[in-house]
Every structure is written in structure tokens, then in C-alpha cells.
């Protein structure tokens, strides 16, 4: 006989989630998405949408009309903006020094493209000569980087690349996912053609959503394309159509999403680019003096993206044991390495609310306590001094 089962309440973990992301959602995001759903044509939502480009825009610091968050999480984001601006046979310059980089890659090849493959070490940046290199080597029109590059924990300089693509008549492509409201990014002053990110790190929206937003260079090349996008879904001309033309009908827009994201965009609004960019910077400041007076390495320390913190694994220390003590003992989850830093590194991500001194902090004594326990020679309250030192305190 076939018992019936017994489904329990929806009961998950609250954590601090201080690792690559999704990071902890705003509470004020999370009353703006349990409101009540209207139509996705809804006189009231065409607000909401007009209201949630503004604050793309704000946020993006551009001026380009187009900016929409695609359904869709991050992926989506580099996906369309490669599917809708290659065409077969098109070469583009990938910049590869990380995970993200090497996917970026993969979907230029999918799309029919040649990957010209533009490498550094993973914990590296890519150089704007190596760039340039590669442009003058090549008929490529497109150069495609990621601004942080959260499986290393660089942050990218854009500004020089940007300038070596404009010297080649090439667009420029930033995948911004782990840098939007996070560190210093301004598409308009850097440059920046096409650039897209993700809703569930530095925004603390949940996943679902990528914004994006392309200039009239960027749009004209996909207006003239020979062949149409091969993904509907993401066939940037007909989103057009749908957000910005029309309210022509798309797809059925995830309401309850756009509604939080607008909420964590306004919270975003509130704060004002600069002040958050610094506290961001402050907080990740403070995290690797506290690292350091550990005695434990930053695996990036030159090029350090202040929204995800590398640390190098010390010899003898298990990468896996130290995360689920500090996920078991201290509810606080943070990331291991990807791809080539699988067990090498620690990813320790401080994205929006959740870079802050306070969790800062608690993440530090954590991690002394965790390595004590493991026997890594370690003084409790080093950390935690020298980062309370920078706050101040
Ligand atoms: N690009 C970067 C730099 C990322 O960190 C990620 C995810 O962490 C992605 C793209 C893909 O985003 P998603 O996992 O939301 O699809």
C-alpha cells in the first residue's frame, strides 16, 4: 500500500551568504515582490518598467536609451549580448583569465564565431598590449572582458582596453555581473558598448534577472546583422519592441522580479553611486587587513574587486573543512575556487548590504576560529584588530 507522504513547510537556512553569490536578498526587495501581480501590460507595470529603466540607467551611469533587465540570470545576459551582436565567421578578442572569461568564449564559438583568446593567469589581468596584440593580428570588430571576474577576484581595468578597442574601430563588451553597484563602473566614461550583469549579488535581488544595456554604436550593428539572432528569447530587437517600443507583447515579464529589482535599484538610488562604490571599498579594504594580519595570503592582491575577496589556501589547510565550519558553526556560507582555483582559494564576496563592517567582522573571527580549530597557527583577534583598526574603532 502506498503510504501518503507528508511535504513540511518550506524551512530553509538563514545564512550570511558572503560567497560568489546569490548574495542575502533586502528585506525591503523582498515586501516589494510578495505585492500583488498585475499584467504584464498593465497601466501600473508600464510604470514600474519605465521606473526600473531610469534607475538602470542611473546605475549603469549611461545615457543609452537602451537598458532593460532581460528574464534571465547573468548567463542570459552574455549570452544575448554575444548571440545579438556575432555573426557566423565574426572574429572577437575574449579576454581569458578566469571562469567567466572562458565562458564568454564558449558562446562566441556557439554563435558561430572565432574566439581570438586573449590569456593571462587566472588572479591576473588581461593587458590592454596583449589586446591590442590580438586587434592587430586580426579583422576582429568585437573585444569582450569581464570588468570582475569572480572566480579570481580581479577587477579589470576597463578604460584602457576600452581606449585600444576605439583605436581598432572595435565594440567593447564588459560582462559587469559581479561589479554593477559594487565597485567603480561608469559604461559611459569607460567606454563601454555593450554591458550586462545579474541581479543577486551586489544588487541583493534573487536571482532571475539581467540587466543590460547597449549604445547606438553597439545597436546598429545588431540592426544590420545579415542573418536574424538565433535565440528568440534573447533577440534583442524584439525586447526593444517590448520595453522600449511599442509595449509590444514578448514574453510574460517575471512581475514579482522587476518589482524587487526596482525596489533594490531605488535602494541603490538612495545611497548614491559614489558613497556605495567606497563602502564597498572600505569594507573589502578592511577584510584583507584582517586576512593578512592572519598571516594568509589575497590570491589577487594588485587587482583586488572589492565585491569578492580571493584567498589563497594555505599549505596543509583542507579548503572544503574550514567553508562548512564556518557554514555548520557560524550559519555564514563563502565560496571555494572554480575551474583551475578549485581547493586553492576562498572566494569571500561583500556584495551590497552585505559589505559591511559588521560582517566583515564576524566573517574574520570566524575564519580565525575555524583555523585554529584545524591547527593552522593562528592568533585569535589578529584579524578582527586590523580590520576594527581601519574602521577606526
Ligand atoms: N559572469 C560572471 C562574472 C559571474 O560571476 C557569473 C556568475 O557568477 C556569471 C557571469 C553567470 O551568471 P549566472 O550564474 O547568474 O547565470
New binding site residues.
Partial sequence: KVQAKVYRELNPPNLILMG??PSNVDPRVLKAMSSPIVGHLDPFFLEVMDETVELLRYLFRTENRFCVPLS???????EAAICNIVEKGDEVVVGVN???GQ??SEIVSRCGGKSIEVKAGWGEIITKDAVKEALSQSKAKVVAV??????TGVIQPIKEISKVAKEYGALLLV?????LAGCELDVDDFGIDIC?S????CLNCP?GL?PITLNDRALEKVKNRKTPVQSWYLDLSLIESYWLQGRAYHHTAPISLIYGLREALRIAYEEGFERRWERHKKNSLALTNGIEAMGLKMHAPNHRLPS?NSVDVPQGVSELEIRRILLNKFGIEIGGGLGLLKDKIWRIGLMGMNSSERNVVLVLEAFERALKEKGFPVKLGEGVRAAMELFGH
Fill in positions: 560568489p553569490g534571465g540570470t547573468g548567463t542570459a545576459g552574455m578566469g571562469f567567466f565562458r564568454m569581464v570588468h570582475g571576474e569572480t572566480s560582462d559587469a555581473v559581479t561589479s550586462y545579474c541581479s543577486q549579488k536571482p539581467a569578492l
